[in-house]
């Protein structure tokens, strides 16, 4: 079965609009044709109103096909929502994985969304979701309802009910502790938020009483994704560049430090488990969609493995390479965290980085006093550290000194809202950073698809060639590039699970 879509299959139109005037997806007959199919490739990219019963659907959902004339199609569950139909509890859509597109959007809506779903709304207002991406409050409000038909309130409000949903399901929290940790500011608010959005109570869609304590023991939530977790690989590229103590890995089990506590990953193939250890249970909110962008759990990998094998060249390397699939692309859980250990690993081997970044750590910790070592320094504590005893040359400590300095007063943008390619041009322009540095935090930081680390020399010895003809290679699997790049460092890794996957013998940036 193909996984290619192609335009009159797409329903990505929201030029028509639903009667209370909020848009919604135009393509009508394809969308249907995805209902009637039961299509599981749609889950998320759309959602199906049904008027004759006033519920919403995934395009998979099991239940009987409704009437041509009494559907419309809603391009986000908030949309949906908004304009008052209530989720199926068959087929679970306000759960469903996020629309892989978001993966690719670097525009105003996509960014914008991406500090929505980081839970940038949870502590500040609209103003300032506006004014972090430099456009007019009412310029914003406008652009997001011409694309989803829904503001920013109401993304925020429905990733919060997402949340509490999940919540309600897999863990034994109080009603009350959920509407909290789910970023509600009052129990009121969110029993009249849920009521309206489910037509019930919260306590009425669980099948098991409030008894857990928060803090009383770790909260495990297991994570949907876009076909299988992919977790066998993901797990060999996070294992290979764990930093302690920071990051242990135990057999199948990948732990890492965070902020205010501990996070822990393992699963398989069919499932990805996500255990979180927190002082504080409302920063659950922030981390989810952390761990579901390092995972990459929303990408359709069938769809992205058929549109890279229709290359003969990616075809025979992905038989080489044993895969059937293309991994998933691992994304990182602090990006300036990622820019300081690509140029700590700058020429120097696995083994050597690693020394040199616990290093650092132990630096900045003696620097600032720091009783342990509990997470990755901030910019602004690593810009004020000497780092001359850590065993770096004095052109490796200007470099990171200098994107310290460029990350804490804003000129290198690393937040969840920032721009790749601003981001790329204001790293180059830093000394000791070139071409390969820039792609790689483009790709693993940003989660750009499209991104790769130009001139790898892993790359160029499995294709066979460098320089421009390397360049042009790769130009054949856009919009792809990042995919086929993991794709040929898998096999690389899976030989060296105790190697760093931006150290492979890898062209470092030129001194």
């Not at 297991?222 to 057999?251: I, K, Y």
């Not at 250890?277 to 069938?302: G, M």
């Not at 940003?446 to 991104?451: E, L, N, T, V």
Request: one cysteine or more; aromatic letters at 6%; glycine letters at 8%.
């Amino acid at each position: 079965m193909t996984h290619k879509t192609d335009a009159t299959e797409s329903p990505a139109d929201n030029s028509s609009t639903h009667p209370a005037g909020r848009p919604i997806v135009s393509d009508h007959d394809a969308c249907f044709r995805a209902v009637q199919r039961r299509d599981a490739r749609f889950d998320g990219r759309f959602f199906t109103g049904v008027t004759s019963t006033g519920i919403f659907c995934r395009p998979s959902c099991p239940a009987r096909t409704p009437k041509r004339s009494n559907v419309t199609f809603f391009a986000h569950a908030a949309g949906a929502m908004e304009a008052g139909f209530r989720p199926c509890r068959r087929c679970r859509p306000e759960l469903t994985p996020g629309d892989p597109e978001w993966n690719r959007r670097r525009d105003l809506v996509g960014r914008a969304v991406a500090l929505i779903e980081q839970g940038l709304l949870d502590h500040h207002d609209v103003a300032h979701l506006a004014d972090r991406l430099a456009v007019s409050e009412r310029h914003l409000r406008r652009e997001l309802r011409a694309e989803l038909g829904v503001g920013p309130t109401q993304l925020a409000q429905a990733r919060r009910l997402r949340l509490a949903r999940t919540l309600l399901d897999q863990t034994t929290l109080s009603v009350t502790d959920i509407a909290f940790a789910a970023g509600f500011s009052s129990i009121r608010q969110f029993n009249s938020v849920f009521r309206r959005a489910f037509h019930t109570p919260p306590s009425r869609l669980r099948d098991r009483p409030g008894t857990q304590s928060p803090g009383a023991q770790s909260i495990s939530l297991s994570l949907p994704s876009r076909g299988d977790t992919g977790w066998p690989t993901l797990m060999v590229f996070l294992a290979s560049g764990a930093l302690p103590p920071l990051e242990q890995v135990e057999q199948n089990r990948f732990n890492r430090s965070v902020p205010g506590g501990r996070l822990g990953l393992d699963g398989d193939e069919s499932m990805l488990r996500l255990t979180a250890d927190l002082d504080h249970l409302a920063e659950l909110a922030h981390w989810i969609p952390v761990v579901r962008t390092v995972c990459d759990l929303d990408s359709d990998r069938d769809a992205i493995t058929d549109q890279l094998q229709a290359d003969p060249g990616f075809a025979r390397l992905m038989t080489e390479c044993g895969a059937t699939l293309v991994p998933r692309l691992p994304g990182v859980f602090d990006r300036f965290e990622l820019v300081v250990r690509a140029v700590v690993g700058q020429q120097v081997s696995t083994a050597g980085a690693r020394t040199l970044l616990g290093r650092l750590l132990h630096r900045v910790a003696e620097h600032h006093r720091w009783s342990t070592i509990e997470r990755f320094p901030t910019a602004d504590e690593l810009a004020a550290t000497p780092l001359h005893d850590v065993g770096l040359t004095s052109f490796r400590q200007a470099a990171l000194h200098e994107v310290a300095r460029r990350a804490a007063d804003g000129r290198l943008d690393l937040s969840p809202g920032g721009d790749s390619q601003r981001a790329s041009a204001e790293l180059q322009s830093i000394r000791g950073i070139g071409p390969w540095t820039c792609g790689y935090v483009s790709m693993v930081g940003f989660s750009d698809p499209d991104a790769w680390p130009v001139c790898d020399l892993i790359l160029a010895r499995a294709v066979g060639l460098s320089g421009r003809a390397l360049d042009r290679q790769f130009e054949r699997w856009r919009p792809w590039r990042g995919y086929a790049a993991l794709t040929i460092w898998s096999k690389v890794l899976r030989a060296r699970h105790s190697t760093s996957h931006h150290n492979l013998d890898t062209e470092s940036d030129p001194a």
